[in-house]
């Protein structure tokens, strides 16, 4: 008998969540391989015509073109949704190829959004430049105020589209009070969870309907490959969002897929050990720096919301000096072990000035309008030791002064 340990619900419905990342949705070929195989092909062949006739028109199970299945990228797709608590997951070429899928699959012509106003700048540029090229208008709102979004919704809002924590003011959204507006009005509320993952953060817990994510960042959480996932019911990912995606594309690679797969065996790990460093590290921030923007620690405004919500306040954070652009440019200069990138979820620590960089495109009155002041500078705590971080962040401070 072949064996299919993350397969069987009879088996699997019982793992608890460290178990699922390692172990769900696995399939082993004949060979019997413990580490998941990577199927490195971009089709498939069938053993007479008629086989083929059936599956195209889905009365036989079976791979039929690697843009609609892969084995590697199923198995990938079955852990998610377990991790997730969703009862189906799709994944992406990309966190943004996720975004725009989850939204263009939805919505059309006449229809109205309303989204977090705090985002990641190319989430900003869906709801702000590319929706309305198509007919389909978005409001903005402050996510910190659930009456926010009711007070936004139309006869014809369809989404409500939002993040949490938000990418990089770490706004924290009230997911039970905002997805509960949602429901009571049959929106489709749809949560962008890449800073938390379902490590820290299941939004379906909260009665979200859908959640997406770039998994590139803590997922893969080692910085190697870009990756994107979608998770929701049976029904909106067969009948929503894959006709949208077959179409149109935005295929995970097989190679990613198992990057990613390899990745989220360790994503317990490595997220409650970042998130105790950048704990502490926050913990020596405070205080040394004008403003500090960090769920996990009692000076965040949402500090009790967000520790309702997640397990532990996540990797990344803000700060704010008062110098300005000039002073925050200065403190990154400085830095001998952190790098200045714009990534996040890497196991490394990087710290990156969003003004000129992930928020450069958008207006300045934009970037302002969402807390994005030119003294901010953003922060993922990796899985270095803490005390040579805050070593690096010691003098680097002194460097400009603080
Ligand atoms: C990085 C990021 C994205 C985009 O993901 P990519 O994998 O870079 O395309 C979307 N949302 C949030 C909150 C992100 O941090």
Request: charge should be positive; charged fraction near 10%; glycine fraction near 12%.
């Given at each position: 008998m072949k064996r299919k340990a993350g397969q069987d619900p009879s088996i699997t419905a019982h793992w608890r969540p460290a178990t699922q990342a390692?172990?769900?949705g696995s399939a082993r070929t004949e060979y019997g391989e413990t580490s998941e195989a990577l199927f490195l092909t971009s089709g498939y062949s069938y053993d007479c015509a008629g086989d083929a006739a059936a599956r195209f028109a889905g009365e036989q199970q079976g791979m039929t073109y690697s843009r609609l299945q892969n084995?590697?990228?199923e198995m990938l797709e079955k852990r998610i949704a377990m991790l997730e608590g969703a009862e189906a997951c799709r994944t992406m070429a990309s966190g943004m190829a996720a975004m725009t899928a989850v939204l263009l699959c939805q919505l059309q012509a006449g229809d109205h959004v309303v989204a977090g106003r705090a985002a990641f700048g190319s989430c900003r540029w869906l709801?702000?430049?590319?929706?309305?090229?198509?007919?389909?208008?978005?409001?903005?709102v402050d996510a910190r105020d659930p009456q926010a979004f009711q007070d936004a919704v139309r006869p014809e809002t369809k989404v409500f589209f939002f993040e949490t924590p938000a990418n990089p003011t770490m706004d924290v959204v009230d997911l039970a009070a905002v997805c509960g507006i949602a429901r009571e009005r049959g929106i489709t509320s749809v949560v962008d969870n890449a800073f938390a993952t379902p490590a820290l953060q299941r939004p379906m817990d909260f009665g979200a309907d859908v959640t997406a994510y770039s998994a590139t960042k803590?997922?893969?959480?080692?910085?190697?490959?870009?990756?994107g996932a979608v998770c929701g019911t049976e029904d909106f990912i067969t009948n929503t969002?894959?006709?949208f995606t077959r179409n149109t594309g935005p295929t995970l690679s097989a190679f990613n897929?198992?990057?990613?797969l390899k990745g989220l065996e360790t994503l317990d790990l490595r997220i409650t050990r970042q998130s105790e460093n950048a704990l502490k590290v926050g913990q020596f921030l405070e205080g040394r720096v004008p403003t500090i923007l960090h769920p996990g620690l009692a000076s965040h405004p949402q500090h009790e919301l967000a520790m309702r919500q997640m397990k532990a306040a996540g990797t990344i954070f803000a700060i704010i000096l008062d110098g300005g652009r000039e002073?925050?440019?200065?403190?990154?200069d400085a830095l001998q072990l952190v790098d200045i990138s714009n990534n996040i979820g890497d196991s490394r620590s990087l710290m990156t000035h969003p003004a000129s960089t992930t928020h450069a495109g958008m207006a300045e009155d934009k970037r302002l309008e969402m807390g994005i002041t030119e003294g901010m500078l953003r922060l993922n705590v990796g899985l270095e030791d803490p005390q040579d971080v805050i070593d690096d962040l010691d003098r680097a401070l002194r460097a400009v002064g603080l």
């Open positions: 390692i172990r769900g084995p590697t990228v709801t702000d430049t590319l929706l309305p090229k198509f007919g389909i208008a978005t409001s903005l803590m997922m893969d959480g080692q910085g190697r490959v870009l990756a969002l894959l006709p897929a198992w990057v990613v002073q925050a440019h200065g403190l990154l």
